[in-house]
């Protein structure tokens, strides 16, 4: 059975740094394409960042390019989203997700298996 758990959203002020894991299990980590999504209550859920099967086939979101990034370490099963710098406008759920596919699609429809989600809240 794949199971996704998030980690390490919480309130932090405008500025400062948090760091989200994602322990996955019951799939092949290594050969999924891997995301974070976040969403905002009443609106879609949105691209956070995409980590593919290899090292460089990283993508960001416009809006969280050069403060966040996203990492995995395939031994310990476990995605990461390094978020800096952070502001009022990222608060949201943060969801990981994982998807298997030759290219890693941007949408979050075409994600199969997802967590449950984590909260960051950041105060100005």
């Known amino acids: 059975q794949v199971h996704l758990a998030e980690s390490g959203g919480g309130s932090v002020h405008a500025g400062g740094s948090l760091k989200l894991s994602c322990v996955v299990s019951?799939?092949?980590?290594?050969?999924?394409?891997l995301g974070w999504f976040r969403q905002v209550p009443g609106m879609e859920r949105e691209l956070g960042a995409i980590?593919?099967?290899?090292?460089?086939?990283?993508t960001y979101a416009d809006s969280v390019k050069g403060r966040f990034t996203i990492s995995k370490d395939n031994g310990r099963n476990t995605l990461f989203l390094q978020m800096n710098d952070l502001t009022p406008a990222d608060s949201a759920i943060y969801y990981c997700?994982?998807?298997?596919?030759?290219?890693?699609?941007?949408?979050?429809?075409?994600?199969?298996?997802w967590g449950q989600g984590t909260q960051v809240t950041v105060s100005a």
């Open positions: 019951g799939l092949p980590f290594a050969d999924y394409c």
């Open positions: 980590a593919g099967i290899d090292d460089d086939s990283i």
């Open positions: 997700a994982a998807n298997f596919a030759a290219e890693c699609s941007l949408r979050p429809t075409d994600f199969e298996y």
